[in-house]
């Protein structure tokens, strides 16, 4: 029986570079509005305000992880535990059948009847989950034709940064959607066990219109950062760098474009976080200045000029191509920014013929002598939610359903939905790490996955070297977090704010490819404030001054 790495062929959702991308350009902008508000104008609620609407945490005992995460950071496992800890004993359905949508990036599976995986789990649930998968690279497509057509599963999950582009969804969830507050609220969560193990934050995030509406997925501190190929540079026989120029340098090093190797993809939003920019406000004397207005951002935006001006960017990637993590993986480029969540899912696709295959992190460094200043994740990322018209007793077994794929690391119920049944569909190698097989290579796919959140940790010892390097870079890195002055508190933006945002970034896609001089800045930046920008800096202002923060 030929084995698998465990992860398949397919792009999984935290490695999806434009999922990564299209975050960091859209800052938090879920929250609670009160009744009566719209959410055009934008509106903000205090964090702590939502404590009655979210469940009661009750903190799930599970594996003790071998490397603490420290200053937010995950925990490490550098090795799968030798008994997995039974968290549902029970399977939580009664015999219902539900469908469900999630994003899926990659080919799809056999479907029911064709597929023993989605036979295995359904069993371990005791109910039927029927997937209806949709092109992740497509989603929000999809997803805006879904919400307006009024056309949900009973269980949708819709990545954060989809809902964040999504015009009027804060008037649409409460439609659409369930409102779980009854069944989760408070002491009522204890029922579901391990969802009352995901963090408070995560759950604040679900809280749409004073009624918590969805199921979160806790996010990883950070979204996404440069990869490079730890292998390559080793042959060329250099370090990683530590600074913007030891970056460039290395670049005109190993830029061959008669080898077809070139140094570089995109990483404009990396390089705001080198140069010190703020992810969105910086709030000082009184004043707010946004990203788009300090001088760590143009820093950034002319240092990318820079590196495509020398010609050290792939020529698919200065034309907006999407095929970033082949020409990575291939070795046609060397450094290049993605979700962060990209490195496993390359090792699971090139270890196998590649076995000297090593990618890591760029080390975390500021420009000028200054320290970076690292852009956070919002808490969750991703949204679950339950079709509104069910019945009370179905409510509650697809709240069952979540709970059982809420299970963490360490457990049973985490082997079944990742991996299927042992023996059939994985197998535990030397080192009790899973390798899927011929049938679960084809098969197993990440649909229960994306239907419930669990803690964020480090688990992929299967890899080499991988949960060491990946918990010290996030221990290193969680150091560098942002200030940010609306900590705490859950803001939609005003919509022509918000709206605004995208004709700033794709000139500034323009500017550092060569299309527009950098000096297109200036009147960009204008635009931007007259469309919106300024009418954003007096709604957050006034966020400030309500909250006693001015």
């Given at each position: 029986m030929r084995l698998h790495p465990p992860i398949p062929t397919r792009r999984r959702f935290l490695g999806l570079a434009g999922a990564g991308a299209l975050a960091a350009l859209s800052p938090s902008v879920l929250t609670s509005c009160s009744p009566g508000e719209g959410a055009g104008g934008g509106s903000a609620a205090e964090a702590g305000s939502l404590d009655s609407l979210i469940p009661t945490h009750i903190p799930f005992e599970g594996v003790v992880p071998d490397v603490e995460g420290l200053h937010g950071a995950p925990d490490g496992f550098t090795s799968y535990p030798a008994e997995f800890i039974r968290a549902v004993p029970e399977p939580?359905?009664?015999?219902?059948?539900?469908?469900?949508?999630t994003p899926l990036w990659g080919p799809l599976p056999p479907g029911p009847g064709n597929n023993s995986f989605f036979d295995h789990v359904n069993g371990r649930l005791g109910t039927t989950v029927e997937f209806n998968f949709q092109d992740g690279n497509t989603v929000i497509d999809k997803m805006n034709a879904v919400i307006a057509g009024r056309d949900v599963a009973d269980l949708t999950m819709i990545p954060d940064w989809v809902i964040n582009l999504m015009p009027q969804f804060n008037r649409a969830v409460g439609e659409l959607?369930?409102?779980?507050?009854p069944h989760l609220a408070g002491d009522a969560a204890a029922a579901y066990p391990l969802l009352a193990n995901l963090e408070s934050d995560a759950w604040r995030w679900n809280v749409f219109n004073d009624r918590l509406q969805g199921v979160p997925w806790p996010a990883e501190p950070f979204g996404n950062w440069v990869l490079y190929r730890r292998d390559l540079l080793e042959e060329y026989g250099l370090e990683a760098p530590t600074t913007p120029d030891e970056l460039f340098a290395i670049g005109e090093e190993v830029n061959d474009p008669g080898g077809d190797r070139w140094a570089f993809g995109d990483f404009t939003l990396s390089m705001r976080q080198v140069f010190g920019a703020p992810k969105q406000w910086r709030y000082s004397g009184g004043e707010l200045t946004h990203m788009f207005e300090t001088d760590e951002w143009r820093a950034s935006v002319e240092f990318m000029r820079r590196i495509f001006d020398a010609g050290l960017v792939h020529p698919d990637i200065v034309a907006l191509g999407d095929n970033s993590k082949e020409l990575l993986n291939s070795g046609r480029i060397v450094f290049n920014q993605d979700g962060i969540g990209a490195w496993h899912e390359a090792y699971g696709q090139m270890l196998g013929d590649a076995p000297d295959f090593r990618l890591d992190l760029m080390p975390v460094f500021g420009a000028n002598g200054a320290d970076p200043v690292m852009h956070r994740s919002d808490p969750s990322a991703q949204s679950v939610f339950v079709r509104r018209g069910l019945e009370p007793e179905q409510i509650e077994e697809l709240l069952g359903v979540l709970n059982f794929c809420a299970a963490p690391f360490g457990t049973r119920e985490y082997m079944d939905y990742r991996y299927g049944e042992e023996g059939v569909h994985h197998e535990l190698d030397g080192d009790g790490a899973p390798q899927l097989t011929d049938l679960g290579a084809g098969e197993v796919n990440d649909g229960y996955y994306f239907i419930s959140g669990r803690p964020p940790a480090v688990t992929e010892?299967?890899?080499?070297?991988?949960?060491?390097w990946k918990t010290a870079w996030y221990n290193n890195a969680a150091r560098f977090s942002e200030e940010d002055p609306f900590a705490g508190i859950r803001i939609q933006r005003p919509e022509r704010f918000a709206g605004a945002e995208t004709p700033l970034t794709?000139?500034?896609?323009?500017?550092?490819?060569?299309?527009?001089?950098?000096?297109?800045?200036?009147?960009?930046?204008?635009?931007?404030?007259?469309?919106?920008?300024?009418?954003?800096?007096e709604f957050y202002l006034g966020v400030l001054q309500e909250h006693g923060r001015d």
């Open positions: 939580p359905g009664r015999g219902g059948s539900y469908t469900a949508m959607f369930e409102d779980l507050t010892s299967q890899f080499p070297d991988f949960v060491e794709d000139r500034v896609q323009d500017i550092i490819r060569g299309r527009e001089d950098l000096g297109a800045l200036d009147g960009a930046v204008a635009d931007w404030r007259r469309d919106g920008g300024d009418e954003g800096r």
